[in-house]
């Protein structure tokens, strides 16, 4: 009986790839460099108004809402208390919210923007249409791209 031997890194496969195992047809591998790219776009633009990425999106959710728990938070970014511990510690440090333990339920933490960090809405407003820009798509064909991705954000969630 004889074996095949099996490909290893240093040995190719025989023939082209499979058109399903070609980089460019990764539904995973677009959303990823994507990602990546609008990561780089934001960071200049976050630069600007001291924040980082994940801090960005804290505090849109707290311009949003102001007063949620750090749990109702973590709902909104998919992230846990663990993740979002660290983070808010800084935006605290920063001046820009203040953590305050819920006064009907000590297990909870409430989230409080701060003046300084209501007052810091108004820089990032510049941030939306600079990407609106750099995307060089309409708004209506931005807002249908985000939600096709929320609708499979939340179909893959439910898999």
């Given at each position: 009986?004889t074996?095949?031997?099996?490909?290893?890194?240093?040995?190719?496969m025989?023939?082209?790839?499979?058109?399903?195992?070609?980089?460019?047809?990764?539904?995973?591998?677009?959303?990823?460099?994507?990602?990546?790219?609008?990561?780089?776009?934001y960071?200049?633009?976050?630069?600007?108004?001291?924040?980082?990425?994940?801090?960005?999106?804290?505090?849109?959710?707290?311009?949003?809402?102001?007063?949620?728990?750090v749990?109702?938070?973590?709902?909104?970014?998919?992230?846990?208390?663990?993740?979002?511990?660290?983070?808010?510690?800084?935006?605290e440090?920063?001046?820009?919210?203040?953590?305050?333990?819920?006064?009907?339920?000590?297990?909870?933490?409430?989230?409080?923007?701060?003046?300084?960090?209501?007052?810091l809405r108004?820089?990032?407003?510049?941030?939306?249409p600079?990407?609106?820009?750099?995307s060089?798509?309409?708004?209506?064909?931005?807002?249908s791209?985000?939600?096709?991705?929320?609708?499979?954000?939340?179909?893959?969630?439910?898999?």
């Open positions: 009986m074996t095949q031997p099996t490909p290893t890194s240093a040995q190719p025989d023939g082209p790839s499979p058109a399903m195992l070609q980089l460019d047809n990764q539904v995973c591998f677009a959303l990823y460099s994507a990602s990546l790219a609008m990561t780089k776009l960071k200049p633009l976050l630069d600007e108004i001291g924040l980082t990425y994940p801090q960005y999106l804290v505090m849109l959710v707290l311009w949003e809402r102001d007063g949620l728990t749990s109702e938070l973590g709902e909104r970014l998919f992230l846990d208390s663990g993740t979002l511990t660290p983070l808010l510690k800084r935006l440090g920063a001046g820009l919210l203040s953590r305050l333990r819920d006064a009907h339920d000590e297990r909870r933490v409430r989230l409080t923007l701060s003046a300084q960090g209501r007052a108004q820089r990032a407003e510049a941030i939306p600079c990407v609106l820009a750099a060089q798509c309409s708004l209506p064909e931005l807002q791209l985000t939600h096709q991705l929320q609708a499979l954000r939340h179909r893959l969630a439910s898999a």
